[in-house]
T-cell receptor, first 116, second 110 residues
Framework: GAGVSQSPRYKVAKRGQDVALRCDPI?????LFWYQQALGQGPEFLTY????????KSGLPSDRFFAERPEGSVSTLKIQRTQQEDSAVYLC??????????????FGSGTQLSVL | DAKTTQPNSMESNEEEPVHLPCNHS???????IHWYRQLPSQGPEYVIH???SNVNNRMASLAIAEDRKSSTLILHRATLRDAAVYYC???????????FGTGTRLQVFP
């Protein structure tokens, strides 16, 4: 595809359920970021991958959040035992260069997660 | 993480120039200044970035103060499609993280 693709576009979960959010980055992109955006706020950094290596997970809010990118392309963000405060838009971004290249990032349209 | 300060909102009329200011007094020598914008229900979109010198591209211009403690994004002729939240971001040259603030919501009137 031409851009970063995220699925599902919308997800409704009952409190306590596990969810998995998928990100398909632009083909060949080395860097992949996950962000969380609460209503009316700017995106907040969650985690960063360079190829399959997770180089920074300092933004993950708790051990209920887990991200992986096993083959260095598609990435999945998993949230276990969802809570109402997890309700937000989850954004994925990819970039062509690795760490320190300062290239522009391309964002997907996000997955809007609502936890009831 | 380095921080930026932007006005919460600004208004413009269509086809007029728009100057969006940003203060970043704690910028370090390796931080790049990035601008992204976000339209409703979409992910952020790259606009422009620079280090020390002014930059121009097809979307906008970026004017960077000599001491690098402030910058201004310039849209030369605003259109209705430019209505969005504009984020000024200091990007750490090592970690590559984009640290977003709350941005400036730009309204454009016909």
């Amino acid at each position: 595809g031409a851009g970063v693709s995220q699925s599902p576009r919308y997800k409704v979960a009952k409190r306590g359920q596990d969810v998995a959010l998928r990100c398909d980055p632009i083909s060949g992109h080395v860097s992949l970021f996950w962000y969380q955006q609460a209503l009316g706020q700017g995106p907040e950094f969650l985690t960063y991958f360079q190829n399959e290596a997770q180089l920074d997970k300092s933004g993950l809010p708790s051990d209920r959040f887990f991200a992986e990118r096993p083959e260095g392309s598609v990435s999945t963000l998993k949230i276990q035992r969802t809570q109402q405060e997890d309700s937000a838009v989850y954004l994925c971004a990819s970039g062509s260069g690795g760490r320190g290249t300062n290239e522009k990032l391309f964002f997907g349209s996000g997955t809007q997660l609502s936890v009831l | 993480d380095a921080k930026t300060t932007q006005p919460n909102s600004m208004e413009s009329n269509e086809e007029e120039p728009v100057h969006l200011p940003c203060n970043h007094s704690t910028i370090s020598g390796t931080d790049y200044i990035h601008w992204y914008r976000q339209l409703p229900s979409q992910g952020p979109e790259y606009v422009i970035h620079g280090l020390t010198s002014n930059v121009n591209n097809r979307m906008a211009s970026l004017a960077i103060a000599e001491d690098r403690k402030s910058s201004t994004l310039i849209l030369h002729r605003a259109t209705l499609r430019d209505a969005a939240v504009y984020y000024c971001i200091l990007r750490d040259g090592y970690t590559d993280k984009l640290i977003f603030g709350t941005g400036t919501r730009l309204q454009v009137f016909p």
